[in-house]
């Protein structure tokens, strides 16, 4: 590995990470009252989650289509309240099935 060329890169991406943290404990010195900006910082992990996730779900099979009905039986049994261990069994079996249909046809 050229650490000549990773390290600035751990450097930068150490620094970015303190800076988005400390930056706030910074400059907010008390409580935050205001409805919106606690409904935006409450939500926000579950954007950023989603935002990162959800390409990957599509772009990680051989075939979109397997893609597709692994995420429908996500949504349907998440939709049902099953547990996390249920939809991502679930999931990868449908996935699975679909890899294996699309190969034989």
Do not use: C, D, W
């Not at 779900?57 to 075939?63: D, G, I, L, P």
């Amino acid at each position: 590995m050229q650490y000549e060329r990773f390290l600035p890169y751990l450097l930068t991406m150490a620094l970015v990470t303190y800076l988005v943290r400390a930056i706030p404990l910074v400059l907010i010195r008390r409580k935050i009252k205001n409805q919106f900006v606690l409904s935006f910082l409450h939500y926000m992990p579950y954007a950023v989650l989603s935002v990162m996730t959800v390409p990957a779900v599509f772009f990680v099979t051989n075939n979109i289509i397997s893609a597709v009905a692994g995420v429908t039986v996500a949504f349907i049994l998440a939709f049902h309240k099953k547990g996390l261990l249920t939809v991502a069994v679930g999931a990868s079996a449908a996935v699975f099935l679909a890899e294996l249909l699309l190969r034989a046809f």
